[in-house]
Structures are given as structure tokens and as C-alpha cells.
């Protein structure tokens, strides 16, 4: 049985932070107990409880706990106040009784013409720091990006994982997906955006872009990362082409696959699926221990590749 529960310093270097991510090695009962934690089939008491039986103290299970929680500050790759691009608070009308949608925009600095547009669907944490960090990039990538914040409705991200996970069931799930629908036809007519409208979706988000090629006929593209997939009778509708990223090592996502993909084949969608051995459910997320750099790094590369060439 491997443990690992390692008291982590205080970094400040990215590097630093990222070689001590690769240097952990967590079993995978712990990884699994972990991922039902982060999706909500398990509360934090019955997550330390469990893994005290594999860990063998209860101090061992807190500190597990502890290295397999997000530290965004360090690893952060582009800060808010960076002058390459320009942000701001961006808000548009709900259909479904909201109130309004708000979420951050990100584009490049001093951009000439048009620019295609991404749409951003966070984790089931809501617009953590994390995800504003992913739009940051998009923006350092040339195009125009928004990630919505679904808990918005519920006072926003509250700044806090924990109370973050605590918020999410709490959201009206019809609502929530009309949301997004509204945010995606809303960015198609941004002045700034060239009316080409693609959305990336990571872990609840991916099961998102999958539902919005679904439901929305002229969306130009749609990256699910360890995506839940739609219902295959829903499949026919899809009209974007579709970049589909799987961690090798996540069978709660993975088992839909197989009749997801024959759907895909039988309506003649446009798609490319990647599956990235040995990884774990999470592995862009760089601000925890499941990041897996090597597997981000081409998925992001081919994620903005794809976009670029369906965005124009």
C-alpha cells in the first residue's frame, strides 16, 4: 500500500510548486475516495474517515487531504494585472430567472479587428481563481474568452473551496444550463468578437460544452475535458466539431464513452477524442497533485489549435 501525506512548504516558485506535484504518489483508493470528495458523493468527514483506514491516522488522512487540495496563487501562470491583456466584469441577461449572468472577460491588449470568442465553463467549484486563470490564457492565446460563474445566483465564488463545494447542489440545475446557453448566444454578438463562438468545459464544465453542442446549432466548436456526455438519443443534434479530451484513469467518465462515440459515428458529427494514459480525472488542473504537466501541455496545445482553426 502506498501513502504519501507530506507536509508541503511554502512555495512561491511555480517550478518548485510543480516538481514537488510530480514528486507525490498517492494510491489510487485514495485518488478515487479523492475524486468522489471533489464530486460530491462523499462529504469531507467521509472522506477523512475513509482514509484513515488506508492511511493508517487521521493526521495522515488530513495532511492527504491537504496536498490534494488546489493551491492557486503558485501556480498561477498569468496575473490579473498582466498588460499583455485587458479584463473585466461582463454581464448578460438570464433567460431563466436569474437576474443576470456574470462572469469574467479576457482579451489581448490592443487587439486589432475581430476576435473569435471562447466561452469558459468552470469545475463544479464555480469561477475560482483557477479557471480566471485559464481565461487569462486564452486571452495570451488571441482570443476573446468569458468564464461565467454559475454560482453567481448564489452570491458568487465565495473564495473558498470547501463552501464552494457546499453551494453547487444548491443550484437549480435547468436554470443553470440555460444560463450558459444565454451566455454562449449573448458572446456571439460582442462587438469585439467575430461572431464565431467556441466553448472549453473541464469536469462539470466538459459535461456542459457536450450539452451545448446539443442545444445550440451554430456553435463553432466545443472542448469537453473529462466531460459527463449527453444523452445519445441528443447526439444527432450536434453540429460543431467536437475536441474531446479522457484522463486514462477515470472510469466514472470513461464508461459512457463507448456508446457516446458510436452515437457521434451513426449522426456523422465532426470529432477527435484523446485519451491520455495513466492520467487521473483533473489532469489540467495545475493548482493539484492530479495535474499531469506532459498530458496538459498537449491537450492545451491542441485545444487552442482546434479553436483556432473552427474560430477563425
Request: aromatic share 10%; hydrophobic share 45%.
Amino acid at each position: 500500500m502506498l501513502v504519501c501525506w507530506p507536509r508541503f512548504p511554502v512555495l512561491t516558485n511555480l517550478e518548485a510548486f510543480m516538481s514537488l506535484l510530480t514528486s507525490q504518489d498517492f494510491s489510487p483508493q485514495i485518488l478515487a475516495l479523492f475524486d468522489k470528495f471533489v464530486h460530491g458523493d462523499v462529504s469531507r468527514r467521509a472522506f477523512l474517515d475513509q482514509a484513515k483506514t488506508h492511511l493508517g491516522s487521521a493526521a495522515a488522512a488530513a495532511a492527504t487531504l491537504s496536498a490534494l487540495s488546489p493551491r492557486f496563487a503558485v501556480a498561477q501562470q498569468v496575473r490579473p494585472d498582466d498588460k499583455r491583456i485587458e479584463t473585466r466584469w461582463q454581464e448578460f441577461d438570464s433567460p431563466a430567472g436569474n437576474g443576470k449572468v456574470r462572469g469574467l472577460l479576457a482579451k489581448p491588449a490592443n487587439a486589432k479587428g475581430k476576435l473569435p470568442v471562447v466561452l469558459v465553463v468552470h469545475e463544479n467549484r464555480g469561477l475560482n481563481p483557477h479557471i480566471e486563470d485559464i481565461t487569462r490564457r486564452l486571452a495570451l492565446d488571441g482570443f476573446l474568452a468569458f468564464a461565467p460563474d454559475a454560482l453567481f445566483t448564489l452570491g458568487g465564488y465565495p473564495g473558498d473551496e470547501d463552501k464552494a463545494r457546499e453551494l453547487f447542489p444548491k443550484l437549480d440545475a435547468a436554470k443553470t444550463r440555460a444560463d450558459f446557453v444565454a451566455s454562449a448566444k449573448a458572446l456571439q454578438s460582442l462587438p469585439e468578437g467575430n461572431g464565431r463562438v467556441g466553448v472549453v468545459g473541464f469536469c462539470f464544465g466538459g459535461g456542459v460544452a457536450n450539452y451545448l453542442a446539443t442545444q445550440i446549432p451554430d456553435l463553432a466548436a466545443a472542448v469537453p475535458f473529462y466531460g459527463g456526455q449527453p444523452p445519445v438519443e441528443e447526439v444527432a443534434k450536434i453540429k460543431a466539431p467536437l475536441l474531446i479530451h479522457y484522463a486514462g484513469q477515470d472510469e466514472r467518465i470513461n464508461a459512457a464513452w463507448p456508446k457516446y462515440e458510436q452515437a457521434l459515428k451513426a449522426a456523422g458529427v465532426s470529432y477527435e477524442a484523446f485519451v491520455y494514459e495513466g492520467t487521473q480525472h483533473g489532469f489540467n488542473n495545475d493548482t493539484t497533485p492530479r495535474f499531469d504537466a506532459k498530458a496538459a501541455a498537449l491537450a492545451w496545445q491542441r485545444t487552442v489549435e482546434f479553436l483556432r482553426a473552427k474560430l477563425g
